[in-house]
Nanobody
Framework: QVHLVESGGGLVQAGGSLRLSCEAS????????MGWYRQAPGKERELVAS???????NYAESVKGRFTISRDNAYNIVYLQMNSLKPEDTAVYYC??????????WGEGTLVTVAS
């Protein structure tokens, strides 16, 4: 059964930190690359961080130096450590494999709200 369960979001003041977790079913986590995506109100979903099975990481310029992605291959979990949060980081955060296709399954996401 396919599932993606994101957690760890919440309301935080600017400059604060949050750690997001994503538990994925094996069929998704077996992908070579897992990523964290976000969708802000009125905007399209964007990839913010990705990690290869071997550990190579990539980040969007907007989060580089502030966010860290990691994965636990034994438990099919992907994490996103978010530091120095800014109001513009406010969004619903999702995890999924990368790349995703138009008909691929998405979880419900977790809402991150950064207050100024």
């Amino acid at each position: 059964q396919v599932h993606l369960v994101e957690s760890g979001g919440g309301l935080v003041q600017a400059g604060g930190s949050l750690r997001l977790s994503c538990e994925a079913s094996g069929s998704i986590f077996s992908s070579n690359v897992m990523g964290w995506y976000r969708q802000a109100p009125g905007k399209e979903r964007e990839l913010v961080a990705s990690i290869f099975r071997g550990g190579e990481r990539n980040y969007a310029e907007s989060v580089k130096g502030r966010f860290t992605i990691s994965r636990d291959n034994a438990y099919n979990i992907v994490y996103l450590q978010m530091n120095s949060l800014k109001p513009e980081d406010t969004a619903v955060y999702y995890c999924n494999k990368w790349p995703v296709r138009a008909m691929d399954y998405w979880g419900e996401g977790t809402l991150v709200t950064v207050a100024s």
